[in-house]
C-alpha cells in the first residue's frame, strides 16, 4: 500500500523559506507522479507543483512559480518543495499526492491522484 508521510511545516515570517518533505514508501520508485498541493482554511484544496519520474518532469501553479521548487531524491523515496521568499497567503496545509502514472504530471488536478499524505501546516506571518 503506498503511504506518504510530509514534514517540515512549521512558522516562518513572510520573506523567509521552508522545505518540506514527503517521504514515499510502498510503489516502486520508476514510474510515478507526485504533487503537492495546500488547502487552506474555508477554501479548496489546491495543486501547487508536481514532479515525473520521466525525466523528472516539473510543474508549478502560477502563484509559486520563481519561489517553489520540487525535486526527489530516488534513493530517499522522498520529494521535496523548497519554498523561498514565502507570503502570509502561502499560509495552509501542504499535502503531497501520488499517481503511478508518471506522465500525469503536470496536472495540478486533485482528482488525478490516488493516494495523499496527511499534510503538514504551514504557517506564514506577516
Known amino acids: 500500500e503506498v503511504q506518504l508521510v510530509e514534514s517540515g511545516g512549521g512558522l516562518v515570517q513572510a520573506g523567509g523559506s521552508l522545505r518540506l518533505s514527503c517521504a514515499a514508501s510502498?510503489?516502486?520508485?520508476?514510474?510515478?507522479?507526485i504533487g503537492w498541493f495546500r488547502q487552506a482554511p474555508g477554501k479548496e484544496r489546491v495543486g501547487v507543483s508536481c514532479i515525473s519520474s520521466a525525466d523528472s518532469i516539473t510543474y508549478y501553479a502560477d502563484s509559486v512559480k520563481g519561489r517553489f521548487t520540487i525535486s526527489s531524491d530516488n534513493a530517499k523515496n522522498t520529494v521535496y518543495l523548497q519554498m523561498n521568499s514565502l507570503k502570509p497567503e502561502d499560509t495552509a496545509v501542504y499535502y503531497c499526492a501520488w499517481i503511478g502514472i508518471a506522465t500525469t504530471c503536470p496536472s495540478l488536478t486533485k482528482y488525478d491522484y490516488d493516494y495523499w499524505g496527511q499534510g503538514t501546516q504551514v504557517t506564514v506571518s506577516s
Open positions: 510502498g510503489f516502486t520508485f520508476d514510474d510515478y507522479a
